[in-house]
């Protein structure tokens, strides 16, 4: 990653504001954005991504059967699955209420005046009631293709149930998922090998292309922005592993770091399933049963970081347009931040379709959306890594309050390093 910010930099630094910069030979001649940036680095960055999805399919489908399919009490499946839910929607709302907090107390916007010079148009959101709809697959096969998540997960945890249900038939056809599993956590390992080359093509491709200018002049926005990210990623996480699980955070945060940069360069939670599950599982101590539920559910509904995002962007609109927000106003916007976090999950452009939906409700101008654009993608890795981060604590705490985490791998430093 560090290797791939300096390279990164060094390009930028090379190519300036020129649209390519081209070398020569007697001959010969290429442009280094040509062959480097929307080349190697493009191409290298792309297929490695590419690499990393390919593995979310089988591997949530495989590994939820199989921990569904190995619960002894269906029951147990509900209490995982409740528990899940309720700190998954706990944290966001959490999340956005220090976001309107630190933001109103701060004022990033006060004093801004900045003029829209581009019109933001986002996806339309569907409706509550589409969204529970569209939960529900209609065709498993279609879902998988299309990679929608919470059909997966749903078409999944029905099938392990059947199979758990249907005795020495079910018990053949789980040895066969068992032994896919393995298959598939074998695959996982050789992507994740590559990862050390694929996020340095990430990071380099990035920095190229990255205008620090804008930075520059939304610094406010971006500090808070990013301070609200690593409080509610350290502290609030941090006393949640303490006391609620009665872990060591020092442990935990060690443990997630890997995959935190790992999920920091791809900017996908999706894309970081196949890695949060590792750690969760072999440095965490996580039965599979519990993480096969948890991190993929976590990965589609769990949006702490973009409810961070949602709520110091709605008060610095409302600030730079000289809007005041009131008490209810505030509420608003937690309840429909936290509501939105689980309803527009399977909409493209997830966070911005989401801040869209909270200005609405509040009656700021969506065209505001346009303002901050320029500086946040880094702020969506930073988001990234944080809501991963919630997945493994969320998976932790309900582990253990279903006596399925081991805690002695743990509190082992060296756990599943060769794994």
Same mark, same amino acid.
């Given at each position: 990653?560090?290797?791939?910010?300096?390279?990164?930099?060094?390009?930028?630094?090379?190519?300036?504001?020129?649209?390519?910069?081209?070398?020569?030979?007697?001959?010969?001649?290429?442009?280094?954005?040509?062959?480097?940036?929307?080349?190697?680095?493009?191409?290298?960055?792309?297929?490695?991504?590419?690499?990393?999805?390919?593995?979310?399919?089988?591997?949530?489908?495989?590994?939820?059967?199989?921990?569904?399919?190995?619960?002894?009490?269906?029951?147990?499946?509900?209490?995982?699955?409740?528990?899940?839910?309720?700190?998954?929607?706990?944290?966001?709302?959490?999340?956005?209420?220090?976001?309107?907090?630190?933001?109103?107390?701060?004022?990033?916007?006060?004093?801004?005046?900045?003029?829209?010079?581009?019109?933001?148009?986002?996806?339309?959101?569907?409706?509550?009631?589409?969204?529970?709809?569209?939960?529900?697959?209609?065709?498993?096969?279609?879902?998988?293709?299309?990679?929608?998540?919470?059909?997966?997960?749903?078409?999944?945890?029905?099938?392990?149930?059947?199979?758990?249900?249907?005795?020495?038939?079910?018990?053949?056809?789980?040895?066969?998922?068992?032994?896919?599993?393995?298959?598939?956590?074998?695959?996982?390992?050789?992507?994740?090998?590559?990862?050390?080359?694929?996020?340095?093509?990430?990071?380099?491709?990035?920095?190229?292309?990255?205008?620090?200018?804008?930075?520059?002049?939304?610094?406010?926005?971006?500090?808070?922005?990013?301070?609200?990210?690593?409080?509610?990623?350290?502290?609030?996480?941090?006393?949640?592993?303490?006391?609620?699980?009665?872990?060591?955070?020092?442990?935990?945060?060690?443990?997630?770091?890997?995959?935190?940069?790992?999920?920091?360069?791809?900017?996908?939670?999706?894309?970081?399933?196949?890695?949060?599950?590792?750690?969760?599982?072999?440095?965490?101590?996580?039965?599979?049963?519990?993480?096969?539920?948890?991190?993929?559910?976590? #990965? +589609?509904?769990?949006?702490? $970081? !973009? =409810?961070?995002?949602? %709520? /110091?962007?709605? *008060?610095?609109? @409302?600030? &730079?347009?000289?809007?005041?927000?009131?008490?209810?106003?505030?509420?608003?916007?937690?309840?429909? #931040? +936290?509501?939105?976090?689980? $309803? !527009? =999950?399977?909409?493209? %452009? /997830?966070?911005? *379709?989401?801040? @869209?939906? &909270?200005?609405?409700?509040?009656?700021?101008?969506?065209?505001?959306?346009?303002?901050?654009?320029?500086?946040?993608?880094?702020?969506?890795? !930073?988001?990234?890594?944080?809501?991963?981060?919630?997945?493994?604590?969320?998976?932790?705490?309900?582990?253990?309050?279903?006596?399925?985490?081991?805690?002695?791998?743990?509190?082992?430093?060296?756990?599943?390093?060769?794994?």
């Amino acid at each position: 990653m560090a290797l791939g910010i300096l390279v990164g930099a060094m390009f930028k630094w090379i190519i300036g504001n020129e649209a390519d910069y081209e070398i020569g030979f007697p001959g010969f001649s290429f442009g280094i954005k040509a062959f480097f940036v929307d080349g190697i680095f493009h191409v290298g960055g792309q297929i490695f991504v590419a690499s990393l999805k390919m593995l979310v399919v089988p591997l949530v489908l495989v590994s939820l059967i199989c921990g569904t399919s190995s619960l002894n009490d269906i029951s147990t499946l509900g209490r995982i699955g409740s528990k899940s839910f309720s700190l998954y929607v706990l944290t966001t709302a959490l999340a956005i209420s220090f976001a309107v907090f630190f933001a109103t107390l701060i004022g990033p916007g006060t004093g801004v005046d900045m003029q829209l010079s581009t019109e933001f148009k986002t996806a339309e959101a569907p409706s509550v009631a589409q969204v529970f709809i569209n939960m529900f697959p209609s065709n498993p096969i279609d879902a998988m293709a299309k990679g929608e998540m919470l059909q997966i997960i749903i078409f999944a945890v029905l099938f392990g149930i059947a199979i758990a249900l249907s005795g020495e038939s079910g018990k053949r056809i789980r040895q066969f998922f068992d032994d896919m599993n393995e298959v598939v956590m074998k695959l996982v390992n050789i992507v994740m090998n590559l990862s050390p080359y694929g996020v340095f093509f990430l990071m380099a491709k990035l920095f190229t292309t990255l205008e620090l200018d804008d930075m520059g002049n939304l610094g406010k926005y971006f500090a808070l922005v990013l301070f609200v990210l690593l409080f509610h990623g350290f502290i609030v996480y941090g006393l949640f592993i303490k006391l609620a699980g009665g872990l060591s955070p020092l442990m935990f945060f060690r443990k997630m770091k890997e995959t935190a940069l790992f999920a920091f360069s791809t900017s996908s939670s999706n894309a970081s399933i196949a890695s949060n599950m590792h750690t969760t599982t072999h440095k965490l101590g996580v039965d599979n049963k519990v993480a096969s539920f948890t991190i993929p559910l976590g #990965a +589609t509904i769990n949006m702490d $970081g !973009t =409810a961070i995002m949602q %709520g /110091v962007a709605t *008060v610095f609109i @409302a600030q &730079v347009y000289n809007i005041d927000l009131t008490t209810s106003d505030y509420v608003l916007v937690v309840l429909t #931040a +936290t509501l939105a976090s689980i $309803g !527009t =999950a399977g909409v493209p %452009g /997830v966070g911005l *379709v989401m801040l @869209a939906m &909270v200005l609405q409700q509040v009656g700021l101008p969506v065209e505001g959306i346009a303002l901050i654009i320029g500086v946040d993608r880094l702020l969506d890795m !930073t988001r990234t890594a944080v809501n991963i981060t919630g997945d493994a604590m969320v998976s932790c705490l309900v582990a253990k309050s279903e006596k399925c985490l081991d805690v002695d791998v743990f509190n082992n430093p060296e756990a599943g390093r060769d794994s």
